[in-house]
């Protein structure tokens, strides 16, 4: 077991490393490819009446004339022990881990980070507790009264729950809960659980039902289909021949089975959440990890995409680390293998 | 042999009769292809410590017996008539949860694969504490030590270490001996088998069949054992029901059908027996054709399609259906043919063969 974990955290630092060389890539290589040249890069980060010599002054500083290996090595060194960045007027240290320095605003990233991932976590976390519950259950209401009036109501919404996309729940939630009802708070505002837990539900309430929709709709897909399966399986029969309640034959031998595979796109779905939900962070003015990325993106401000997006891998990568462990106490018979 | 079993079933119930009377049970399942008739007036019956061997092809209703009998066919998909009397009791009339209150208790049962009819999950011995936890009020412990202690009867070495074992760690006869184990757990007067050794090594369905013989006697209880080998009946029955295309067609004590079978399906049945001790080409003489489907019965006697006897009948076959007739000391056969020339064709023609 320890020689498992062990090797999966491994695997996992080389994953990152994969991950990182990928998205510094995409920001810093394909625009030189696309034919832009290290001036064009810093003309982003100088005001709009420099000169000509200034702006490749500033990219000498920011090292775009140099390799873009060279400018990796330099980013990656900053994760593991720090780096000076070189900002004409000033020198600024980013200590480690540096994920990197944002070349607009001057200042390292990860304290945005940090600052920011209290919102997606609320967001993720309180979306989940809603959408597993709905959806499991849903599914597993489906399942049994299949081919009901329920069973067809059911996966109907369901289907509009996973096709409609969520700026367009959003803003319809939003419309009406809020604007029009005042039942919700109309968006953009966020509490810490540690102020005011009362008004930090209040707060994100919607967001987390909007985006809750979406997936306890793919879920309840899930489940049905899985509760089905498991249903007709032998030991279901086994379980009422020994006279169990029908109750404790759904739940604790008919879900049971049903819930290991849901069990990995949860991982998945939850590690890709607390990355970023930026649709529901967008449509909502939430500014949490999702929307510092779309900031980023908006601002022309590549290290911090490139924050976010390590910072989501990590996330997805755990996750499924996690995930893969409760396999075991889930289903004995991985635990042997 | 003690009852008279009727075809029609409309004998009124004894007040005293067998702990299990099956009269005239009928299953029949509307389905978009047409109404499938997988039991089609079925009548036996079975004492405590007798067995009764139920014997059919695939699809010949003996699954659906024993799941009508338990309970547990798919509600509302089934349509059942008929009376099953457990004890006295009407199973069919009583409402559901007084059947389940039963299961497990009063009648439990035996699967065929016991790996996919135990949980994978759980361990074999949080199953029989399961078990026996719905129906005595005992506290975990208590039905840890009763679970330790089926393990150890059922034969399963080590039981205070394997208990905590789960069923993917055992051996196919370990599984069906823990599932046994499971079945007894309650000390159930009815024990239903089905196709207890079809999933398992050949040399541990000996075993297998000897552990239910022996605890047969040591609970005293009802053991009806479905099959579709001849041989696992042979060494366990009392009496045999013979079924097929939903209803029984011979009906009698072991030792009769097995030593003067009087319908052809049965003689076909133990032709299928493969004989080493004859030549390479009289082995296996299987019945020929398919049974039929039970949406499209074949109108008169449903084995005739594939009877090599039908010209005896005079063409009652094709246009009457065979009663379960008693032939003489409670051996039922449901046969056009006269009963004298069963019994020459059985002597002269079948025997020599087999």
Same mark, same amino acid.
């Given at each position: ?33 696309? #034919? ?14 420099? @000169? ?7 990219? =000498? ?25 070189? /900002? ?14 944002? $070349?607009?605003?001057? =200042? ?30 849903? #599914? ?9 009036? $329920? ?61 809750? $929709?979406? $997936? ?10 899985? /509760? ?14 020994? #006279? ?64 976010? @997006? ?28 | ?10 004998? *009124?119930?004894?007040?005293?009769? *067998? ?83 039963? !299961? ?21 011995? &949080? ?33 205070? &270490? ?104 049965? +003689? ?5 027996? *493969?004989?080493?001790?004859?030549? !390479?080409?009289? !082995? ?8 039929? %489907?039970?949406?499209?019965? *074949? ?12 010209? &005896? ?13 008693? %032939? ?13 020339? !069963?019994?020459?064709? +059985? ?8």
């Amino acid at each position: 077991m320890f020689a498992y974990l062990v090797r999966r955290l491994i695997a996992t630092v080389g994953l990152l490393i994969v991950v990182s060389i990928i998205t510094f890539s995409i920001f810093f290589l394909i625009p030189r490819w696309a #034919g832009a040249s290290a001036d064009t890069l810093a003309s982003r980060y100088v005001g709009r009446t420099a @000169t000509a010599a200034t702006v490749h002054a500033t990219a =000498e500083r920011l090292g775009f004339t140099d390799p873009v290996y060279v400018q990796y090595g330099r980013w990656a060194k900053g994760v593991v022990v720090g780096e000076d960045y070189d /900002m004409g007027a000033s020198v600024v240290h980013c200590p480690a881990p540096c994920l990197g320095f944002s $070349f607009a605003r001057q =200042e390292p990233v990860l304290p945005d980070l940090i600052d920011r991932a209290p919102v997606t976590f609320s967001l993720a976390i309180g979306a989940a507790v809603i959408w597993v519950i709905m959806g499991v259950s849903v #599914g597993v209401l489906s399942a049994l009264r299949r081919g009901s009036f $329920f069973d067809r109501l059911a996966m109907t919404v369901a289907l509009a729950g996973v096709s409609l996309p969520i700026f367009w729940t959003g803003l319809i939630a939003l419309t009406f809960f809020s604007y029009k009802w005042g039942l919700t708070a109309v968006g953009g505002a966020y509490t810490p659980i540690t102020e005011n837990p009362g008004r930090w539900a209040y707060d994100l309430l919607l967001p987390w039902i909007t985006l809750a $929709f979406l $997936f306890s709709a793919q879920y309840a897909r899930l489940t049905r289909a899985g /509760m089905l399966e498991t249903m007709g399986e032998d030991y279901i029969r086994t379980a009422r021949a020994k #006279g169990l309640r029908e109750r404790t034959v759904v739940v604790k031998h008919g879900l049971r089975g049903a819930l290991t595979p849901l069990l990995t796109i949860f991982g998945l779905d939850f590690g890709l959440l607390i990355g970023g939900a930026v649709l529901t962070e967008s449509a909502f003015g939430l500014n949490g990890l999702g929307k510092y990325a779309v900031d980023g993106i908006h601002a022309n401000d590549l290290p911090k995409i490139l924050g976010v @997006t390590l910072v989501a891998a990590l996330f997805v990568v755990i996750a499924n680390l996690v995930v893969d462990l409760l396999y075991a106490v889930v289903d004995p018979r991985v635990r042997n293998k | 042999m003690t009852a008279t079993v009727s075809a029609t079933g409309s004998a *009124p119930a004894p007040q005293r009769g *067998p702990f299990l009377d099956v009269q005239d049970l009928k299953v029949h399942f509307p389905t978009d292809d047409g109404l499938v008739k997988s039991v089609d007036g079925l009548s036996f019956h079975v004492e405590r410590g007798r067995t009764l061997g139920i014997v059919g092809e695939s699809g010949s209703g003996k699954s659906v017996t024993s799941m009508s009998v338990m309970g547990l066919h798919k509600e509302g998909g089934a349509r059942l008539s008929g009376r099953i009397l457990l004890d006295g009791q009407d199973l069919l009339e009583a409402n559901p949860e007084e059947v389940r209150l039963l !299961r497990g208790k009063k009648m439990a049962m035996i699967f065929q694969d016991p790996l996919s009819a135990m949980h994978p999950y759980y361990t074999v011995g &949080n199953q029989i504490i399961e078990a026996y936890r719905v129906h005595n009020r005992v506290t975990e412990k208590q039905a840890r030590e009763h679970a330790i202690e089926m393990l150890h009867r059922v034969g399963i070495p080590e039981p205070r &270490n394997r208990v905590d074992a789960y069923p993917h760690q055992f051996s196919g006869g370990m599984r069906q001996r823990a599932m046994i184990a499971m079945a007894l757990s309650c000390d159930p007067d009815l024990l239903i088998a089905d196709e207890p050794t079809t999933a398992l090594d050949v040399t541990v369905q000996a075993q297998i069949l000897d552990l239910i013989r022996d605890l047969q006697r040591e609970f005293h209880s009802a053991v009806i054992i479905i099959t579709h080998d001849l041989g696992v009946v042979a060494e366990t029955a009392d009496d045999i029901m013979v079924m097929y295309a939903g209803r029984g067609v011979e009906y009698g004590a072991a030792e009769d059908i097995f030593n003067e079978p009087q319908h052809p399906y049965t +003689w076909g049945l133990l032709g299928s027996m *493969p004989r080493l001790d004859r030549e !390479r080409s009289e !082995r296996l003489q299987p019945i020929k054709g398919t049974p039929p %489907s039970l949406i499209d019965v *074949p109108v008169g006697c449903a084995f005739r399609p594939r009877c090599t006897f039908e010209h &005896n009948t005079g063409g009652r076959a094709r246009t009457e259906r065979p009663d379960l007739m008693d %032939s003489g000391h409670g051996h039922f056969v449901a046969c056009h043919m006269r009963q004298e020339q !069963r019994e020459q064709l +059985w002597r002269d023609e079948i025997q020599p063969k087999l």
